[in-house]
């Protein structure tokens, strides 16, 4: 397979640290240092400098890993990782053979591995041999850490992260202050009490950036720079509610967005979908999270909240009555009654009599996800919880939910994935306000009294080969599967009465129901902005011209489809894969107006055709 991409680079602004990136690089080709440890306190800039000397050097190796390492990150879950990133597995051996089978893998290829915040490291075995690496020149790690014992314990070379110089820290601040000023230059006046702020952050990259972006694009008097400006009162729930997601965790941004809609931080209406994405982005420009991964480097898919800025989601949150410890759930103090969330993610704690006994009748949320050793819920256990939100049970061994949970009328947001459930509990059907719904990879099928959840409006689940309609739903997040023709429920008719569908993927090995997309049956969902078909009868099927009244869509992936020309009318389109497609005129691709990302995927024996035209590729 050949792809082509063209992708637009975001500007790093490594103020301060150019001479670093090039140090580290440095040090990369020097064949006498197999292990870089890069020292420095919290929000030093570790991770920039990192992530930027991994850009410029990892097209010079043959495989290329990033690993970010929590405080309660183990030597075997760091062999597995890594193992599972080159392709073996290593969860079901010792720490030993992990470390055999890594190291006859990596023999004789060229390999680059970056541990970012490193805590721990035994002192009985060098970070070298616990990870199997090959004893040779060509296998290069790098890591980031606070403690420096880390760094003397794995016997490598320690590059010392030093602060920002005062006029480092000035321009970094500019830079973030004032983005739409020529040259980013500061108005004189405020140039004092700037550069004021810039020490009080102690010339430390991520204080000051945050700070200075907090005041970008005000209309600020000089003496009101003497103070710090805090989060606009609409944001500050949204930055509270990282605090939801355990430490160093990925946090997908879709879901982080349906919980902040569950909760009731986003206004409700017509337009509250991309109002809560524009927060996002202001968290983002406010540098108080880091969009940590792109869906082919457009659409925002994870986002990751700096640990110093996780510390103070949790204080936030802890203002507001939420409790993030069993010990604090058992305590039953005074406020017990009160608390508002109960997150207790990867507590690895069975905590349900200390729920239960402490009675939170005004709980709003719960997480449990990620304790694998809960296998079933008790009944009584929302027995007062009648104004629950937000239930989270994702990543449990529970096969079965208590009937009980029916009377939950309020819940608006319930996560099953990676349990054991197989088919849709009856209890759903009585969550008359739910809007997001998970379902794990077993439930292949929906009830036909799924239709009777008329506020569900996003709907995520693996595969699903029975497809009821559902009147409101916006975003199907799953491959419907059509290749079975008795079933009365999987037919496109019922996506047609969708009409508030904006996203959907389509998997397709039904002759009937690709002849239904070739006469446009899918026109109708005029406000959909991410559509994928795959057609799976290795033929090409035509595109219909029906289609061009989807005027929203902003992301097109098509498998073995003829490409019309008119598809350039696609005006709001960013992102467009075509995977074994044919198409007349590739070159025309390029004037769609707003389009950022253009994948060619096709067999090689196409290849040649295709590069006859005058385009790039990669």
């Not at 990879?441 to 080969?465: F, K, M, N, V």
């Not at 598809?567 to 992102?575: D, P, V, Y």
């Not at 005129?585 to 006859?612: A, T």
């Amino acid at each position: 397979m050949v792809k082509k991409s063209s992708l637009l680079p975001r500007d790093s602004r490594l103020v301060g640290l150019q001479s670093k990136v090039e140090d580290i690089v440095g040090l990369l080709e020097d064949p006498k240092v197999p292990v870089i440890a890069v020292v420095g306190m919290g929000g030093s800039g570790k991770t920039f400098l990192l992530q930027n000397v991994y850009k410029a050097a990892k097209s010079k190796y043959d495989q290329s890993i990033w690993l970010s390492i929590s405080k309660s990150y183990t030597l075997k879950n760091l062999q597995d990782d890594i193992a599972s990133h080159i392709g073996i597995n290593s969860k079901s051996v010792s720490e030993e053979r992990a470390a055999e089978l890594i190291h006859d893998h990596l023999q004789g290829n060229r390999s680059f591995i970056v541990l970012d915040d490193l805590w721990t490291l035994s002192t009985e075995n060098s970070l070298i041999d616990k990870l199997g690496r090959p004893a040779d020149k060509d296998c290069k790690i790098v890591v980031t850490t606070r403690n420096r014992q880390v760094a003397l314990n794995s016997n490598s070379r320690i590059y010392e992260m030093q602060n920002l110089s005062d006029e480092d820290s000035w321009m970094l601040f500019c830079i973030y202050a004032f983005p739409n000023s020529a040259g980013n230059r500061a108005p004189q006046h405020m140039e004092e009490e700037g550069r004021k702020i810039g020490k009080q952050c102690g010339n430390l990259p991520l204080a000051i950036k945050t700070i200075a972006a907090s005041l970008a694009n005000t209309k600020l008097k000089n003496w009101e720079w003497k103070r710090i400006m805090t989060l606009p009162p609409h944001l500050k729930p949204c930055f509270a509610y990282l605090s939801f997601f355990p430490e160093d965790e990925k946090i997908e941004a879709e879901y982080l967005i349906n919980l902040w809609i569950a909760e009731g931080f986003i206004p409700a209406g017509e337009e509250q979908w991309d109002l809560a994405w524009h927060w996002l982005d202001q968290l983002d420009k406010l540098c108080m999270l880091q969009v940590y991964e792109k869906d082919d480097d457009i659409f925002i898919k994870y986002c990751k909240i700096h640990d110093l800025l996780h510390d103070l989601a949790i204080h936030i949150s802890r203002e507001d009555n939420c409790v993030f410890s069993v010990e604090e759930v058992s305590s039953r103090t005074s406020n017990s009654m009160g608390w508002c969330r109960i997150l207790l993610a990867n507590k690895g704690l069975h905590v349900f009599n200390a729920i239960s006994e402490s009675r939170p009748v005004y709980l709003r949320t719960l997480s449990l996800s990620q304790n694998w050793q809960i296998t079933s819920i008790p009944e009584n256990l929302f027995t007062t919880m009648r104004g629950l939100r937000v239930l989270d049970l994702s990543y449990t061994h529970i096969s079965t939910l208590p009937a009980s949970l029916g009377k939950m009328i309020l819940l608006r947001l319930l996560n099953l994935r990676g349990t054991e459930i197989k088919e849709v509990p009856e209890c759903v059907r009585h969550l008359k306000r739910l809007l997001f719904l998970a379902l794990p990879d077993g439930c292949e099928s929906l009830p036909a009294w799924i239709s009777d959840l008329r506020y569900l409006q996003h709907l995520r689940a693996d595969c699903i080969y029975r497809m009821p309609r559902i009147a409101n739903l916006r975003t199907l997040d799953s491959f419907l599967d059509f290749r079975t023709e008795e079933d009365k429920f999987t037919r496109l008719d019922n996506l047609v009465d969708m009409t508030q569908l904006q996203k959907l993927r389509l998997f397709l090995d039904n002759e009937m129901e690709l002849k239904r997309i070739e006469e446009g049956i899918l026109a109708q969902l005029v406000k959909m902005r991410c559509l994928a078909i795959c057609n799976n009868r290795k033929e090409f099927r035509e595109f219909p011209g029906k289609m061009r009244a989807m005027k929203h869509l902003e992301s097109l992936r098509l498998c073995l489809f003829v490409v019309p020309s008119w598809i350039c009318e696609f005006a709001n389109l960013k992102q467009l894969e075509l995977i074994d497609c044919e198409c007349n005129d590739y070159p025309e691709l390029e004037r769609m107006p707003n389009l950022l990302q253009l994948s060619l995927i096709v067999e090689i024996k196409n290849f040649f055709k295709i590069c006859e035209n005058d385009f790039y590729v990669c």
